[in-house]
């Protein structure tokens, strides 16, 4: 069955940075687009980093861009989000998806989620 599975998440001081891994299993992986979402308590959920399947082209949300990079590794099955300088309102459950509708930002084409890993900064 098809399985994505976060890790990495954790708490950091504002300023820090975390690297977030999402590992894939039982799909095609080179044939998703993969994205990561965020959700915060009392908010609605939201598109944070986007990458092609093979990582040609990249897209971020206006709130971490210059700060967050998604990258993906095809032949290990696994995408990244490096988080640098981190602020407060980074705080939130991160989930990776995997869509073959391409690289967007919204997340009702995303067939595949994994279970989020919290992120934690704290001021």
């Known amino acids: 069955q098809v399985q994505l599975v976060e890790s990495g998440g954790g708490l950091v001081q504002a300023g820090g940075s975390l690297r977030l891994s999402c590992a894939a299993s039982g799909l095609s992986f080179s044939m998703y687009a993969m994205g990561w979402f965020r959700q915060a308590p009392g908010k609605e959920r939201e598109f944070v980093a986007g990458?092609?399947?093979?990582?040609?082209?990249?897209h971020y949300a206006d709130s971490v861009k210059g700060r967050f990079i998604i990258s993906r590794d095809n032949a290990k099955k696994l995408v990244y989000l490096q988080m640098n300088s981190l602020k407060e309102e980074d705080t939130a459950v991160y989930s990776c998806a995997a869509t073959l509708r391409g690289l967007r930002i919204e997340s009702d084409v995303y067939n595949y989620w994994g279970q989020g890993t919290q992120v934690a900064v704290s001021s």
């Open positions: 990458i092609s399947w093979n990582g040609g082209s990249t």
